[in-house]
Nanobody, 115 residues
Framework: QVQLVESGGGLVQAGGSLRLSCATS????????MGWYRQPPGKQREWVAS???????NYADSVKGRFTISRDNVKKTVYLQMNSLKPDDTAVYYC?????????WGQGTQVTVSS
């Protein structure tokens, strides 16, 4: 059974930082490209960042230079370090494979950035 469990969200002021974690089970973590996605209020879910099994990373233009994705293949966990947060970063954040697998979406973790 596949489980992706996101944590680390919260309420933070603009300019602050948060570190999100996604603990996985039931997938062959080491060989998969993993990604973070987010769904702002009233909008569609969007891709934020991804990391390959070899550690290569890619970012959406809106977060480039502020967010850093990383992974721990032993812990089967993917992280998202978010710095210089802006109110526009307010969203529910999810992790999933890249591309996202429909049945793997978890509950997500809420990030709220106040101005």
């Amino acid at each position: 059974q596949v489980q992706l469990v996101e944590s680390g969200g919260g309420l933070v002021q603009a300019g602050g930082s948060l570190r999100l974690s996604c603990a996985t089970s039931g997938i062959t973590f080491n060989i998969n490209t993993m990604g973070w996605y987010r769904q702002p209020p009233g909008k569609q879910r969007e891709w934020v960042a991804s990391i390959t099994s070899g550690g290569s990373t890619n970012y959406a233009d809106s977060v480039k230079g502020r967010f850093t994705i990383s992974r721990d293949n032993v812990k089967k966990t993917v992280y998202l370090q978010m710095n210089s947060l802006k109110p526009d970063d307010t969203a529910v954040y999810y992790c999933n494979l890249v591309p996202g697998c429909r049945g793997y979406w978890g509950q997500g973790t809420q990030v709220t950035v106040s101005s």
